[in-house]
């Protein structure tokens, strides 16, 4: 079994000693000799059988038994230390039990019997440690130690044994009778701690206290601690106490009755009683504190022994012995003492029944007081306890015992409030004690006044009463000590709360105060504030100073003291108290709070005082400074201080200042230090700061009267600035080093052992507080200067400062760099600050320090071009006329190049000027260090403007010259191409040119655009910011946007302007609203701030809220633009909470989104187009950029705004609107946005409209009522976009101003100004804030009344900035001449392109640019110049020249062109690229054919090449020498695309005549000309002497070709029907000449056959068409000029000729018969197949042409129109030419003999595929297929030709065509057996088709048709094989053969009989036969005709009968 873990005594008291530490060793068990010493479970095990041994002895002699129990004992204890405390002994008790018998035995037989020293002796021995021998009573004791610490089970074993009471009789012993000898062994007290500890266990257990109570050994114990004190021992004092107190702590009813019994507390009481005055003090309380231990122990229990202690006279002890300690001060407090006043206050808390007392609280009281009638927590009960503290506190002297006294009532409140009630109502010991504190020490004072300002600060109650007392007291004795104790309590109290500054009036104490204070000012003022001198003591300095803090505290909150300390006419005695270092902090304190009250006295007072300070006054000055700050962190302090004058004061304080910085120091300033200076500097330039700081009114008055100028000039009198350059001062070259920070260099200047020579840190110490002030924290610094406060000494004399003293004085160390604000974000508050800085710029530099001059100026310089680098703070700069205080005070800088501050100057002028630089400025700028400048140039330039009549002409000259020379060194700032200027910069240029090149730099950089729109670079247009991230709210404001009054409601109510009636709403039109607008940030969605484009509110007269009608925003959830016409009440966002907002109504809202058309950064143009419809409805459209984003259905504009349906006759309603947001709906948020120009318009507007409006960009700044449209001449009258009475407001910053509202009341009318002042938050009567005005730019226009304008609202939210960029003020100094000037004065490509650059920059962003250069004739001077300077010209300049001209991002943007100008004059003037290097002529003409083949942009591109004249111009070319072969090719493809693009007669007639002028005479075969061969690119290409011209040709005419035919062109069939009538047949018939090449042949067939394929011009082709048209239509024009060089003469009427165009065609056709070619173009007209698909056709042979054709051709096209009539005529003409040709060749093969056949062939499968063609039965076919087969013989005799048809062309066109000569026959030809059968083949076919002689057309015409030049021989062969060939086909058709006319007599059945012919066409050609072989025509036997003639009767007659007649 395992014993507990834990010992007893851990859970129990325990003795402080009575740890193990330093114990004997007792005797060690014997074990094995040689072994180690066995483990604590070995010992165990070994104690557990020595166990067993040792009870088997029970029966034994006791003398052994004890014997074996102590060998036993060792044993234990060695297992037990071993085990660390952990005992595993199961027989534990049994080993207790033994041990503790024995213990107890031992300890009877030493105390039996003996006298009580004897007794005392005996058990000190038995117990003690005696060495190694007669050690059983320690080793007893030790086990029973061990064993009493175990657990209680054992605990009560031991205590059965009597061990008890036998250890505390031990204890009186021990305590009662002390050792002989001093001297006290170790032994001893670890014997003392066993000893005590096992008592403190035994106390633990009840069991154990019953044995301690069974004798009189308690009682014995607790009197001999009380009356045998002189005698008892010291050694065992401690632990006798700490045994009786563990008993106490029992709280064992056994004991308070054991204690009662035997009278112990009453015996104690009187003993202590009578030793109380003998005794010292320490050792009385600590019995007493053992008394009252035990009664508070036993309370709980029993209050048996409380009663005893009140009945035993208690309290008058307590009285007695506390009293003792009123003695001489001690510098350590008894702890005794303590523990005695806690058990009083314990006895204060002990009672039968609460205290009742009345509830008197005096009221008022502090907010949150409550008397708590119940009683909760512990409460005082028992009064005669508290009285003995309180009879302590009046009798006794001590101030420790007093202020013990004091904390023990602190802590009876702390226990509970009700305490002090209790206590104050009725014994009231706070109240007397107020009257004998006087009398006590200053720290009981101190600690009694602390207890007062206990009862208000934690127990929130006002003591009315002791307050009164107080005040007494201070009154009675007010130069006491005790008063000033009092006096700052009653500071502190009053401090607390408000309520007392009311409290302590009516009570009379500030008057009390004020009169004591009336009586020290008087009699400092008759002193002369020489109090010091005069012997005054600290205490009275400190009292006043108290006194004035006081009354100081009691002026705060309370404007009724305020009015109090006035009326008692103490503000002349407060201004005494100025004048001294002690009173002056708090005086100042209490004129600030007169202030409040009347704020212009206190600036009256305080700018005084500055005023009439004097020089060594700084001390004064800098402490009113600082009180003056206070005060200006409110408005009306801000606003008392500009109506006192404040302004001049301060600036005249700085001018008092002038020479004090100066180096030596002047007379007057040796007594004053440095450091003293810029003190003064600091705070009065913080002063300046606090009164700016967020003021509009006084930034306003700063700037307007000039002050930043004035302060400029004060701070340059100091004396540490040097003075202004001169111009003539030789310059100081700058180092080349690197210039540190200014960061940097500012902490150098601030630390205490700074390097910088007096002057230049002051300057730096100077300049730090400018920028400070600048960005508006120099008065939130305050800090950096430690004040001396109130009370300490004043520096008197400033000559006894340290030679080592820190340089900046009393200045903390300037803040880290990482400490101050981030550059890159800096915000400028106070940009004038920032000029000053400039001011001061040239005035750093100091001859005797010239290296660190210059590197703190370049260092300041970069500093300002670092504040510079955002935008905001550019164009903040600019609108505080940075730009114009540069030139004035840095001019020289500005002007020479080798000045160090050149290059940062220019840097920051330039980043300036891209914002906004007034024209005057620009032009100063660029006249720095202007030479004469060329005279060349200026010639030019001047009789260039001269030539136009340009009244500008000498402005050109001027403006050239102005700025062919500026400032040099310039380095461009980081604009859109940064890698361009860095370039230029770095490139050597020469001498001449620097000046222009630096010139062209700078305005590059000021001019290059930088907002990209995306279709254009535009300027950044005048804008008004909202940012909600500053205030939350911030808007324009526009009033009486409308007035809709009541049939009698007076004119007066209504505001506006005009001289119209009141405008109506809702307009019954509908209306539109426009605005551009920029997004710079957005606001994020958790801030759900919404970006409100518009907001329309109406008011209704006599009601309270008004309502919005009509709201536009940006929803920042989805970036939705959101539309609402639904009537919502106009009311703060707190109210509108989410779940009372319900959705909008049904028809009252429209959401687009629209966030992917959105860009931060770029501007956007909105339109809302609301059209009315019937009823009340409404289309609301919503237009981004031009595109439609939105539209539905809505309801319209209620007419009464929210529920009224109906108006009072008298009553009208106010309509008003906000653009952004209104202070109502006040939000912050991270929203950032600019407002271009806004309108609203009273109509719907179309969407044509809105794209025009879109395309003027928002820089327009017009009423619409003139807008010229792209394109179309300016001169031009323009027509308005907008009726003008529709115009309801128009805003944009050009029409606008700074004013008042009084200025606006005088001016417009009082209803605004009022409504102005309501929004403002300002009087209507206000006359000093500045409002700035939008004016209606609108208002001028007639109509009904209109708004004035718009208001800006909000100080910090709302921006507006004028933008005047570099580019748009060029327009006001000369513009484009300057440019040009540039230009001119270039002498090196590198000057050339940067003067491109600038002219490239200013075109593509303002307009107004391009509109002056064409009213100049700007382009063509260009032109001009760039043609002299053509040397010049790169690839680089040719690139800037395309992006001017808009075309140069081809692939990656638009290709449009966007400058004609530039176009027309520039890039299509050929010349000027000719001679140019990098083969620009090349990249041009590659340039224009790409910008002309742009699917998008071509077409609009090519109508601008049109009117540049670009095909006239590249015509031209092909007529230059030096045109290579190489440029041709692109050449022509810009002739084609610009014709596809954009086509034009005119422009074809000039190509078509060119195309003629290429053509040789006739005396000139082309055809010997080898073209393929012939093309050397060396050789110019319009050489007549090359094959080039017919390749030249050739390519004209294939491009002609693609043009005409592409389907790309879609030319309608009139269009193209004008352009071959107006090119003319001729031009075509030309180009076919018989002397023409063959390839230029059968390009002019195909574009003639193209325009034929028309039936209506192949008709009047056919009939014949004028000629010579090309030649009239392309000289239109040209004979006005002609006219003008020679003499008239008239010319005669000549009538038109016409031209026959198919019979001309037939002729030319028949000298090109050998061209395969040829046959195929024909072949495809014949077929009606386009021309456009003879490309993919083969081109070996015509046998494949054609039979590629046939398969290819449109069969449905055929079909359904038939084949071309014109086309078989022209192949029959050609094939007749080809047969009359005398053989070439031998062969077959050759192309005489293949191309007939081939090609009748060819007609054979048409006629075999289309047999039933019209074609085939045409007259005009019949008649040239006969012309072709008539046999032509040798003979030459004339004969008449026959009859014919007239308008046959076959007919016609003979007789030139037949040689004289002998022909051959054609028999001869092999081709005329083909043609026979095709022939037989047309006529069989005819003869099967006519169903009656008179359908047999064919035959009638092939047998009359005869040449005109035949003869009757050939006529009578032809008409015989005609009719041979008939009859032959008759007898096929009735089944018989051609032997059967030679006299066969059996005829033979066919196939083909069925086919039989009618009985009249056979009739009929009989007839035929009869009456040719009558008249002799017909040749053949007369029996061959009657056989012919039998056989048809013979098979008539069968076919009639049904069989055979032969059978």
Known sequence: MEAEEVSRAEDGAEYPGSKNEGQPDVAQPDFPHGGQSPGPTALWEMLERKFLEYQKLAHGSSVEHQQSLLDLLPLFLKAWENSVGIICFPSLQRLAEDTSNQLAQEIQKALGGKPAEQAREAAGQLLRWKGDVHQDGYLLLKSVFVLTGTNSETLGRVAESGLPALLLQCLYLFFVFPLEKDELLESDVQVQRMFVQMLLNICCESQGLEKLLSGNELQSLVIATTCLREHSCCFWKEPTFCVLRAISKAQNLGIIQYLQAMDCIKLSLQNLSKLADSLPAPEVSEAVNLILGFVKDSYPVSSALFLEFENGEGYPLLLKVLLRYDGPTKSEVDPHLEELLDLVVWLTTCGRSELKVFDSVTYPQLEGFKFHHEASGVTVKNLQAFQVLQNVFHKASNPILCT?????????????????????????????????????????????????????????????????KVQCLIKESPESPCSLVALQSVLKIVGRDLLFTDIFRDSGLLGLLLAQLRKRAKILRKSGNKESML????????????????????????????????????????????????????????????????????????????????????????????????????PKGRAAFRVSSGFNGLLSLLSDLEGSLQEPPLQMWAMVSPSQTLDLVLHTLCALSAALYLDPVNG?????????????????????FGAQEEEGAPLHSGADTKARPFADLLSVAFTSMSPFPPKIQSCLQILSFLDSMASGTLHLRRDLKESPRAGQDPVVNAQKEEAGRDAQGNFKQWPDLEE????????????????????????????????????????????????????????????????????????RALTTSSSPLHSGLIRIFEKLASQAIEPDVLRQFLGLGIPPPPSAATKILHSSCLHRGDPGGSGSQTAAAGTGEGPAGAAMDAGPNPAVTHT???????QGSTTALQTSLSLISMTSPRHLQPQRAVLAPSFVEFDMSMEGYGCLFIPTLSTVMGSSTEYLVSGGIGTGAARSFPPSGGLTFSCWFLISRHSTVLEGHPLRFLTLVRHLARTEQPFVCLSVSLCPDDLSLVVSTEEKAFQPLDIMEPEDDPEPSAGRQLRVRCGQLLACGQWHHLAVVITKEMKRNCTVSTYLDGQITGSAKMLYIQALPGPFLSMDPSS???????????????QKSSLIWRLGPTYLFEEAISVDTLEVINKLGPRYCGNFQAVHAQGVDPDIEATPLVADEKVSFGLHLASSSTTSVTDIRNTYSEVDSRLIAKEMNISSRDNATPVFLLRNCAGHLSGSLRTIGAVAVGHLGVRVFHSIPAASSLDFIGGPTILLGLISLATDDHTMYAAVKVLHSVLTSNVMCDRLMQHICGYQIMAFLLRKKSSLLNHRIFQLILSIAGTAELGFGSSAITNVGIFQHILCNFELWTNTADSLELSLFSHLAEILRSPREGPRNAEIAHQAQLIPKLVFLFNEPGLTFSKIPTIIAILGCQLRGHFSIQDLLRIGLFVVYTLKPSSVNERQICVDGGLDSSVPAGSQTSGKTIWLRNQLLEMLFSVISSSQLHLSSETKEEMFLSLGPDWFLLLMQGHVHHSTTVLGLKLLLHFLASPSLRGRFKDGLCAGSWVERSSEGVDIVIDNLKSQTPTPDQSPCLLPGFRVLKDFLGHHVHIPEVYLIVTTFFLQTPLTELTDGPKDSLDAMLQWLLQKHHNEEVLRAGLCTEGVLLLLEMLKATMSQPPGGSGDDAWERSFPARVLHFLGCVHSTYPQDPAWRAPEFLQTLAAVTFPLGTHKEPMTQPVQNASSPGVEAEGDDIAEGPQAPAKSHPTRKQLREFMQRLLRDSLLAASNPKQWLPLEVLLEASPHNATSQQKR???????????????????????????????????????????????????????????????????????????????????????????
């Open 535 to 634: 012997g005054v003591q600290d205490t009275e300095r400190e009292l006043t100073c108290v006194m004035l803090r006081t009354v100081l505290t009691l002026l705060r909150g309370s404007v009724r003291n305020a009015v109090v300390l006035k009326d008692h006419g103490m503000v002349p005695f407060i201004k005494i108290f100025l004048d001294d270092d002690w009173y002056r902090g708090a005086s100042l304190s209490i004129l600030e709070q007169l202030s409040v009250i009347n704020a212009e006295e206190y600036m009256s007072i305080i700018v005084g005082a500055l005023c009439s300070s004097t020089q060594g006054e700084l001390q004064l000055k800098l402490d009113l400074l600082q009180s003056l700050l206070r005060i200006l962190e409110t």
């Open 404 to 468: 013990k006294v004091l904390a023990a009532i602190r802590t009876m409140w702390a226990w509970n409030a009700r305490n002090f009630f209790l206590l104050e109502w009725t014994l009231q010991p706070i109240s007397q004690f107020v009257e004998i504190v006087p009398l006590k020490a200053a720290p009981v004072q101190k600690q009694f006044f602390q207890l007062l300002e206990a009862l208000v600060f934690e127990l929130h109650y006002v003591p009315h009463e002791i307050l009164r």
């Open 1212 to 1226: 009208f309603v106010d309509v008003y609107g906000y653009i952004a947001t209104p202070r109502l709906w006040k």
């Open 820 to 891: 101050r604000v981030d550059e890159g974000d800096a915000v400028i508050m106070h940009p004038g600050v920032l000029c000053i800085m400039v001011r001061l710029l040239p005035r750093l530099y100091h001859a005797d320090h010239p290296q660190l001059s210059q590197e703190i100026q370049c260092s300041m310089a970069s500093h300002i071009q670092s504040l510079v680098k955002s935008e905001k703070n550019r164009q903040v700069m600019c609108e505080a006329g940075m730009l114009r205080t540069l030139m004035a005070s840095c001019r």
């Open 1917 to 2007: 062969d032809f008409q015989s094989e005609v009719l041979l060939s008939t009859m032959e086909i008759f007898h096929m058709l009735n089944g018989g053969n051609v032997p059967m006319l030679r006299g066969s007599k059996e005829p033979q059945p066919n196939a083909e009989a069925a086919a039989a012919p009618s009985l009249a066409n056979i009739s009929h050609f009989t007839q035929k036969l009869v009456e040719k072989l009558y008249s002799g025509m017909f040749s053949a036997d007369p029996r061959h005709i009657l056989l012919f003639i039998t056989d048809r009767i013979v098979v008539r007659l069968f076919l009639t009968s049904g069989h055979w007649l032969f059978l």
């Open 700 to 720: 306003d008055f700063f700037k307007r009267n000039g002050l930043f100028e004035k302060l400029a000039e004060d701070l340059c009198l100091l004396g540490c």
């Open 984 to 990: 230029l910069r770095a490139s050597g240029t020469s």
